[in-house]
């Protein structure tokens, strides 16, 4: 099955820098990467994806870049603010067509201080 | 547009009791996934229900099911529960099986004493 890594477990940073966050994966037919964000007492909220047949994808201060011959994809977060501060999850389905079974990576722990 | 609804949202019982968890998608949504969140293990595929019908299941015992009612509402149930149960319970739904966005509920955190 699939096999998602996250790095890092946390993360620290001050207001305004940006924030990158690594995943890799092992089934080379996946072609759905989400980007979940998970606030305190909350469910994981998507907040960006990317489909295989696109290598950068962005909305606003959040971009997420995918490198399929690495089999890793990253989230990256600019001009962080206190409100970014989450646990966020990548995640990766198998290749059976379906998108609701997903294998999610064990998630970074984001702290925006100011 | 209400959301992901799931009850109840606290919920305490003892080893070999059984429990049942209610999910209620989105209006609209017919694909519903559960998920197990745990400290240890993360983020964990229950199954996944589509049109009543289980479409895939994740590698727990048969004491987790489930089933789908014909206005998308889903259930779970744990029987004979263990001390490992303890977990916050996730439901999603989606509009289809592959239109990708899973919307979350807040979840329920069962606590296994």
């Known amino acids: 099955g699939e096999n998602v890594e996250q790095h890092p477990s946390t993360l620290s940073v001050q207001e305004g820098d940006s924030a990158v966050i690594k995943c890799t994966y092992s089934d080379s037919a996946s072609n759905y990467f989400p980007w979940y964000k998970q606030e305190l007492g909350k469910g994981p909220q998507l907040i960006i994806d990317?489909?295989?047949?696109?290598g950068e994808k962005k909305d606003q201060r959040i971009a997420v870049t995918l490198n399929k011959t690495a089999k890793h994809f990253s989230l990256h977060i600019t001009e962080t603010q206190p409100e970014d501060s989450a646990v966020y999850f990548c995640a990766a389905p198998p290749n059976t067509g379906t998108a609701s079974k997903l294998t999610f990576g064990t998630g970074t722990r984001l702290q925006v201080t100011l | 547009k209400a959301g992901v609804t799931q009850t109840p949202r606290y919920l305490i019982k003892t080893r070999g009791q059984q429990v049942t968890l209610s999910c209620s998608p989105i209006?609209?949504?017919?694909?519903v996934s559960w998920y197990q969140q745990t400290p240890g293990q993360g983020l964990q595929f229950l199954f996944e229900?589509?049109?009543?019908?289980?479409?895939n299941k994740g590698n727990f015992p048969g004491r987790f099911s489930g089933r789908q009612f014909s206005n998308s509402r889903s259930e779970m149930n744990v029987s004979t529960l263990e001390l490992g149960d303890s977990a916050l319970y996730l439901c999603?739904?989606?509009?289809?099986?592959?239109?990708?966005?899973?919307?979350f509920g807040e979840g329920s955190r069962l606590t296994v004493l």
């Open positions: 209006s609209g949504h017919r694909s």
């Open positions: 990317i489909r295989s047949n696109v």
């Open positions: 999603a739904s989606s509009f289809g099986q592959y239109t990708g966005e899973l919307f």
């Open positions: 229900y589509f049109s009543e019908t289980q479409r």
